[in-house]
């Protein structure tokens, strides 16, 4: 299907990307950039499309107007990471405390910027949700309820959990 209609860039979940990744030793035609985001990325699902198509692992939900962060995954060992925030937004990795987490210590993935208002007729989970920030008290957060970390060089990998309350 991608041949045969000239396909050059596809977004899709990485359960759809694994699939493309299935065919990668096919011809995939004009194919040349893939963009996975709304599940965790396992190395698995891009193992052979990472060398033929440059492929990005995103990250947000609806909350943060859907990418928060992106990275371009150049090996299947960086499938997990999601990168850098965009321009506009802040990706905070907290504690229960609102604290901030050190260096490789999961936490809870907080967003700033780029956010919507809330959720339409749901003021509670609205206030729960969206949060003032503890560290200038003017913008907002997203608590997302996934967990991540902080790598040194300031990149967030997902854990692929998810806190439930």
Not at 23 to 38: F, M, N, P, T, Y
Not at 59 to 74: D, H, L, M, N, Q
Not at 78 to 86: E, F, L, M, T, V
Not at 120 to 129: A, D, S
């Amino acid at each position: 299907m991608i041949p045969a209609h000239k396909v050059t860039v596809v977004s899709a979940t990485p359960l759809v990307v694994a699939e493309i990744n299935k065919r990668a030793d096919e011809r995939i035609g004009s194919l040349r950039l893939v963009i996975s985001g709304g599940d965790l990325l396992y190395p698995a699902y891009i193992d052979k499309l990472y060398r033929k198509v440059a492929v990005y692992n995103t990250y947000g939900p609806s909350e943060a107007t859907v990418c928060a962060s992106y990275k371009r995954i150049k090996s299947p060992e960086d499938a997990a990471s999601i990168g850098r925030p965009i321009t506009g937004s802040s990706v905070y990795i907290l504690d229960e405390n609102m604290g901030m987490m050190p260096f490789a210590c999961v936490g809870e993935i907080y967003i700033e910027g780029n956010l919507a208002r809330g959720y339409l007729g749901l003021p509670e989970l609205t206030r729960e949700k969206f949060i003032s920030n503890p560290y200038d008290g003017i913008s907002r957060l997203y608590r997302t309820g996934d967990l991540g970390r902080l790598t040194e060089d300031g990149e967030i990998e997902s854990s692929g959990e998810r806190i439930w309350r």
